[in-house]
């Protein structure tokens, strides 16, 4: 696959061919200099870092770099910005840090429903419900972020078997129950936090929600948008452990409308966060600015050119492309270059995140000293 990629980055980085191995006594003698990081980097995980479980072999040397070891000498911050989720920051954050050997805090982690931290006051005391992961581990994290009143599909289930005839809960999803009367228990909102599980007791249970405004059970009428609906990841497909790309949350959001829409004539309005939206870009950008104004200064926070480093050019290249970013596109994920062009064209293709990163870094490099 990469007999042709070289060749190929060569021209698209349009920079002057420059021999492989910057003199080793000028890296160091960079090292440990306070000078600013002229960038800073946005990780995507899977396919990136990870796939399913696994860690990438370059991912652990890649990261490594960014310490001081690299054509700049400086400590380069970054963040990592994924579409998935499913756990807290803390309890995800301390797997990564095993997993990748870097330490990695909620401080430079952005999961796909960390965004809805500064949402849950607008719904502090209303009911909710919040879809996805396993059994209540989710109700936990959005307490975490401020919601009060959580339940989920499960909790549904439980108060009325027949509510979705065709699932039985497991015990351990017994024992994560809620218990709560739904005919009297409005649910103002639904967020998907994560992937959903069980899609077919989902999709019930949210078109009930919706059609009866809040209330399971009550009278269907025709919906008011009073039931507001938030989507965390819009990603249709994603790259895990199997060898091609699995169906994503955004696959989950078609088929609710295409079930909804069956049953009304027309989709249910939704808010959708994750890679690409805007929303998504700009909770980043500003979590970057974080960093490195902690590193390096308030001037260097607003001078820094941003990398996004992906594997999907639906997420990571078309929403870095239009916050304005570097985007840079790795083969070790959703995209296939023998599928042909990417359908989101970005700053730079590289085999994988270690050519991306060390690319991103030369270009600063040749940038700095060009400005002498
Ligand atoms: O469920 C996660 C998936 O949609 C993509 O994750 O890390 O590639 O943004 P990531
Ligand atoms: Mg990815």
Same mark, same amino acid.
């Given at each position: ?13 349009? $920079? ?5 191995? $910057? ?48 054509? $700049? =000498? ?12 499913? /756990? ?14 870097? &330490? ?23 009911? /909710?419900?919040? $879809? ?30 027949? /509510? ?14 809620? &218990? +709560? ?44 948008? #009073? ?48 890679? &690409? ?26 001078? +820094? ?18 916050? =304005? ?14 599928? =042909? ?19 991103? /870094? ?8 060009? #400005?002498?």
């Amino acid at each position: 696959m990469f007999a042709g990629a070289p060749r190929l980055i060569h021209r698209r980085l349009r $920079l002057p061919h420059r021999p492989r191995a $910057l003199s080793a006594a000028r890296c160091i003698s960079n090292a440990g200099s306070t000078r600013p990081s002229p960038l800073a980097f946005a990780f995507d995980i899977d396919g990136v870092l990870l796939r399913g479980t696994k860690v990438l072999p370059e991912a652990k040397r890649a990261l490594a770099s960014l310490d001081g070891a690299n054509a $700049l =000498g400086v400590k380069i911050p970054y963040i990592l910005m994924t579409n998935g989720g499913g /756990v807290g920051e803390d309890e995800r954050s301390a797997r990564l840090t095993k997993q990748l050997g870097v &330490p990695i805090t909620p401080a430079n982690l952005i999961q796909a429903h960390t965004i809805l931290k500064s949402h849950a006051h607008e719904y502090a005391d209303k009911n /909710v419900l919040v $879809l996805g992961g396993r059994r209540d581990v989710l109700r936990k994290v959005a307490e975490g972020y401020g919601f009060r009143n959580v339940y989920t599909t499960l909790d549904v289930k439980s108060w009325n078997p027949n /509510v979705w005839p065709f699932y039985d809960l497991t015990p351990s999803e017994v024992a994560s129950i809620k &218990p +709560a009367d739904f005919s009297t228990t409005p649910i103002a909102a639904i967020f998907v936090f994560h992937d959903p599980r069980n899609w077919a007791l989902d999709i019930q249970i949210m078109s009930d929600v919706i059609l009866s405004r809040g209330l399971i059970g009550a009278p269907y009428t025709s919906p008011d948008d #009073s039931v507001k609906v938030v989507f965390c990841n819009p990603d249709l497909v994603w790259r895990g452990g199997f060898e091609r790309s699995r169906l994503g949350q955004g696959a989950f959001r078609e088929a609710f409308q295409a079930v909804f829409t069956a049953l009304t004539g027309k989709p249910y309005p939704h808010v959708q966060y994750g890679k &690409p939206t805007t929303a998504t870009y700009d909770f980043a950008r500003g979590v970057l600015q974080q960093r490195i104004g902690e590193a390096y200064g308030e001037p260097a926070a607003r001078q +820094a050119n941003f990398y996004m480093v992906g594997d999907n050019p639906e997420s990571d290249i078309a929403g870095a492309n239009a916050a =304005g970013w570097s985007s840079v596109l790795v083969h070790t994920g959703v995209y296939d270059p023998a599928s =042909g062009p990417p359908a989101h064209a970005p700053t730079h293709e590289a085999p994988d995140v270690e050519a991306a990163v060390r690319w991103a /870094v030369e270009r600063e490099a040749v940038r700095a000293r060009a #400005s002498g």
